[in-house]
């Protein structure tokens, strides 16, 4: 076991932040800090984990006790790095694990959000870690959890349908998010992650600026209702149990009001094929997927609207592995996740973006 | 004999991604060399054809170039088109064809652009020219290990 206790921290020490040295020690100061009637605060076996590459991601287990009573929870601690696929902002993130945590869309439960640099360098939030789960996306469509496919299809996107019913300000989250017309969805989207390509890419992208402007040649229609979207709802995003049950929806980072098409697109995408067959997100045929999305959400997919999203899904992809890519690069993050997704992602994309617009089979 | 580059990766690759990173308790350095074994597997893929995709696909955009100098309608694209036609790489280097091909593709996209707002038969003959190749350019990139 590695732990770091307060035995030897003076909490009341300005200078408290520069003492420290290592992230368990301060990290149990800030707890300190947050549960200022804890004693014995200890965190331990803090570890980081892999795939993280919005925000560095660590769990470890937090002992303290409280009156006379001991407490151990395993947490989880999200911390922005300095560079990432994508800059996004943690608040949004954590008040939708906020808004969402006990109702029909399972997320852990989140615990503190830290907008202050000085405690860990970088802001932060802490969540509840749920133990025993699998979230890789090439393990949870592999045995033992491939006989649950259907099973966890059929979940998957009934969740993401009620993640699209919801309504957004009885959540509380138009006071996170930024308010967007039904009619400004796609164009708000498309201009942020075309922005996103302008700046950080390495090399011309051919494909994806055909992409971009067949998008604004054939703008889809308005959503029935503006929603909640996810922002990255895939295979991989998710926590399965050892049954195949769904647990908890992982990595809001990207979440924002915008067309509820946007996330069923996204979790349609062809790279997210990890099965190796045609099934969307290694689990379900398309026009499944879909039919179990309508249902859940009420709401109908278009087809020409659905395509739209569909190549807007690999424009966005794009981005965030061109994005990725340039952090590497420029050695601002050189988490080998960022150069392996560049590599290895980015012809896929280019792929899916040629073969939603009917240039590959 | 010594092994060639592309061997070496793939050996070396897979003493990472079995040996290296079994010894390693699980977590996260233990996935950041098994990353790096995938890395160096795409790497030999790619260190077997990069120049060689490069020179193909540089030859390819120097055609359409040439095919699309007499139906461009605008005479600054025409002029780029036709001195871009009459490139050649002279040098063999991953780094100076790449950067040719970087110059090429920038063009190929203006000539896209262009193409797209022409109207006349000849333009959709073109057009349909820009696209086979990128869907051959996609392909000349693609990897063995790719999702889709």
């Keep these: ?361 | 004999m010594r092994p060639d580059p592309s061997r070496f990766l793939g050996v070396a690759a897979g003493h990472l991604m079995t040996k290296t990173a079994g010894a390693l308790p699980p977590g996260y350095e233990q996935s950041s060399v098994s990353v790096i074994g995938l890395m160096l597997t795409q790497l030999g893929e790619e260190f077997e054809r990069a120049a060689a995709r490069r020179i193909e696909e540089n030859r390819e955009l120097r055609r359409i170039f040439a095919d699309a100098v007499d139906i461009v309608a605008d005479d600054d694209l025409r002029a780029k088109l036709a001195e871009a036609a009459r490139g050649e790489d002279l040098n063999f280097t991953v780094s100076a064809l790449e950067q040719s091909n970087c110059a090429l593709r920038t063009l190929l996209i203006e000539l896209h652009v262009h193409v797209e707002d022409l109207d006349s038969e000849a333009a959709r003959s073109l057009e349909a020219e820009i696209w086979h190749e990128l869907v051959a350019s996609t392909e000349r990139r693609k990897l063995g290990i790719g999702p889709f």
């Design chain 1, 1 to 361: 076991m590695t732990g770091a206790g307060l035995r030897d921290l003076d909490l009341r020490d300005d200078t408290l932040g520069n003492a420290m040295t290592s992230l368990d020690s301060r990290l149990a100061a800030y707890i300190a800090h947050r549960i200022p009637d804890a004693e014995d605060i200890v965190v331990r076996d803090l570890e980081r984990i892999f795939g993280g590459a919005s925000r560095e991601t660590y769990r470890f287990w937090l002992d303290y006790r409280q009156g006379a009573e001991s407490v151990s929870r395993p947490l989880i601690l999200r911390r922005d790095p300095p560079g990432s696929l994508i800059e996004t902002d943690r608040a949004t993130e954590f008040g939708t694990y906020r808004a969402f945590f006990g109702t029909a869309v399972p997320v852990p439960e989140p615990l503190w959000l830290e907008e202050e640099a000085s405690w860990l360098d970088h802001p932060f939030f802490v969540m509840e870690q749920l133990l025993g789960m699998e979230a890789g996306p090439t393990q949870v469509v592999a045995p033992p959890y491939d006989q649950y496919a259907e099973q966890m299809a059929q979940q998957k996107w009934t969740i993401l349908g009620e993640i699209h019913r919801a309504d957004p300000s009885a959540l509380g989250l138009d006071s996170v998010m930024e308010a967007v017309t039904p009619d400004a969805c796609w164009r708000r989207e498309l201009t942020h992650w075309e922005r996103t390509i302008n700046e950080d890419e390495l090399c011309p992208q051919p494909v994806i600026r055909a992409a971009i402007r067949w998008l604004r040649r054939n703008p889809p229609p308005p959503p029935e209702r503006v929603g909640v979207v996810h922002g990255d709802y895939r295979t991989g995003n998710f926590l399965v149990d050892p049954e195949g049950v769904i647990r908890a929806i992982l990595d809001w980072e990207m979440a924002h009001l915008g067309d509820p098409l946007e996330d069923l697109a996204w979790s349609l995408n062809p790279v997210w094929r990890w099965a190796g067959d045609e099934r969307a997100g290694g689990l379900a045929p398309r026009e499944e997927a879909i039919e179990i999305w309508e249902k859940a959400s009420g709401l109908r997919a278009e087809s020409d609207a659905l395509r739209w999203w569909e190549v807007f899904s690999s424009v966005k992809g794009q981005a965030i592995w061109i994005s990725g890519g340039k952090e590497f690069t420029d050695g601002k993050n050189q988490d080998m996740i960022l150069a392996l997704s560049a590599w290895l992602m980015g012809n896929s994309q280019d792929r899916a973006a040629l073969y939603t617009l009917g240039h590959f089979t």
